[in-house]
Antibody, heavy 123, light 106 residues
Framework: QVQLVESGGGVVQPGGSLRLSCAASGFTFSSYGMHWVRQAPGKGLEWVANLRYDGSNKYYADSVKGRFTISRDDSKDTLYLQMNSLRAEDTAMYYCAKEGCINGVCDPYFDYWGQGTLVAVSP | DIQMTQSPSSLSASIGDRVTITCRASQNIGTYLNWYQQKPGKVPRLLMY???NLQSGVPTRFSGSGSGTDFTLTIISLQPEDFATYYC?????????FGGGTRVEI
């Protein structure tokens, strides 16, 4: 069965950095686009970034562009999110999510989610 | 960038009610519209993709319709386990975006 397990969250001061990881299993990781989605406490869902299955294209929300970097290591079936210059407004639960595919046609909707890792940016 | 607007932001309903949630895109997104359910403290769950395709395991009392800029999620007969927050999300092109959510409560 598909499993996504995030790690790397924690408390960090404004301006600091964190690297989140998402370990995938139960599917051919290298064949799927992957995404990060976040949710601030008591708020709605916000798409953060995605990476195509072949790593050829990366996209970011305007709110994180230039500060966050998404990457993947297919040899380790792991997705990463490097977060620099963190701000209070980056405080959220961060989920990694797998892109959906039907009959080999993939679309950026999220059919599997991890349990999330909590990032708190506080002085 | 494409903005997604959901209405209402919350609604009260009873068991057995028919519930309709609306999602509007700021530009034409064809049928690249998806719906998720999230219960308090839980991970979001995909309900519907490409407007009207039911994700595996989702009850058939959920249905989706629409195209272009206007979409709806309908729950035909609300069940106790359906009380949750529902989000739409466009997958037309990056940057992707979610609607603000609709909380369905008793």
């Amino acid at each position: 069965q598909v499993q996504l397990v995030e790690s790397g969250g924690g408390v960090v001061q404004p301006g600091g950095s964190l690297r989140l990881s998402c370990a995938a299993s139960g599917f051919t990781f290298s064949s799927y686009g992957m995404h990060w989605v976040r949710q601030a406490p008591g708020k709605g869902l916000e798409w953060v970034a995605n990476l195509r299955y072949d790593g050829s294209n990366k996209y970011y929300a305007d709110s994180v562009k230039g500060r966050f970097t998404i990457s993947r290591d297919d040899s380790k079936d792991t997705l990463y999110l490097q977060m620099n210059s963190l701000r209070a407004e980056d405080t959220a639960m961060y989920y990694c999510a797998k892109e959906g595919c039907i009959n080999g046609v993939c679309d950026p909707y999220f059919d599997y989610w991890g349990q999330g890792t909590l990032v708190a940016v506080s002085p | 960038d494409i903005q997604m607007t959901q209405s209402p932001s919350s609604l009260s309903a009873s068991i057995g009610d028919r519930v309709t949630i609306t999602c509007r895109a700021s530009q034409n997104i064809g049928t690249y519209l998806n719906w998720y359910q999230q219960k308090p403290g839980k991970v979001p769950r995909l309900l519907m993709y490409a407007t009207s395709n039911l994700q595996s395991g989702v009850p058939t009392r959920f249905s989706g319709s629409g195209s272009g800029t206007d979409f709806t999620l309908t729950i035909i007969s609300l069940q106790p386990e359906d009380f949750a927050t529902y989000y739409c999300q466009h997958s037309f092109s990056p940057p992707l975006a979610f609607g603000g959510g609709t909380r369905v409560e008793i």
